[in-house]
């Protein structure tokens, strides 16, 4: 699905940074979503945004920021608070919430 | 609190044999339950979701609501149907935007 667009596709951070995943989508979605996903684990939700300048917190959300400015745009910062942010991180995006989800391709943040 | 539990994590089956994965959920509400899957060098995709009683790619799932189950099968297994599956609940009772996800099986279809 070419309409979501996760950059970049692999990160590194030093620890005590804070560090922003991009995702972009252009399917006039109002709902956008993003997900963490460790190994041998189901995706979990960081934080979800049902309109634009409104985000609501998902289950693991602590570490985590989020804006909602633009509709296409929904970029996740990942901060020096989260203890153990390595992972693969998943952008999705839906007509609203009642509708289902397009992922993006995801990003790996690895610390060094 | 609500969960999505996959008991397998990996299921391997030959080609044309049937296939069954195992989804089990937790929660006290009216759930709303939905497939997704990850094909090799894909994107997490929907396959199906309860509320729209279909047959993708000769998949079926029900729902039982007396086991809390939603098993995904399928009477013939082709070997495109190698994946990663992951079973995900709705569990907020005025949208399905909160997706609860299971752990994922991975199923391989031999030849």
């Known amino acids: 699905d070419g309409g979501i667009t996760q950059s970049p596709k692999y990160l590194f951070r030093k620890e005590g940074q804070n560090v922003t995943l991009s995702c972009e989508q252009n399917?006039?979605?109002?709902?956008m979503y993003w997900y963490r996903q460790d190994p041998g684990q189901g995706l979990r939700l960081i934080y979800y945004s049902q309109i634009v300048n409104d985000f609501q917190k998902g289950d693991i959300a602590e570490g985590y920021s989020v804006s909602r400015e633009k509709k296409e745009s929904f970029p996740l910062t990942v901060t020096s608070a989260q203890k153990n942010p390595t992972a693969f991180y998943l952008c999705?995006?839906?007509?609203?919430?009642?509708?289902?989800?397009?992922f993006g391709d995801g990003t790996r943040l690895s610390i060094l | 609190a609500q969960r999505v539990t996959q008991p397998e994590k990996l299921l391997s089956v030959f080609k044309g044999a049937p296939v069954e994965l195992k989804c089990n959920y937790s929660?006290?509400?009216?759930?709303?339950l939905f497939w997704y899957v990850q094909y090799s060098r894909q994107r997490l995709q929907l396959l199906l979701r309860h509320i729209s009683r279909e047959s993708i790619k000769g998949f079926t799932a029900d729902l039982n609501k007396g086991e809390t189950s939603f098993h995904l099968k399928k009477p013939f297994a082709q070997e495109e149907d190698s994946a990663m599956y992951y079973c995900a609940l709705s569990f907020s009772t005025d949208s399905w935007g909160k997706l609860q996800f299971g752990s994922g099986t991975q199923v391989v279809v031999t030849p």
């Open positions: 929660y006290s509400g009216s759930p709303e």
């Open positions: 399917l006039n979605h109002d709902a």
């Open positions: 999705a995006s839906s007509r609203d919430l009642n509708q289902p989800q397009h």
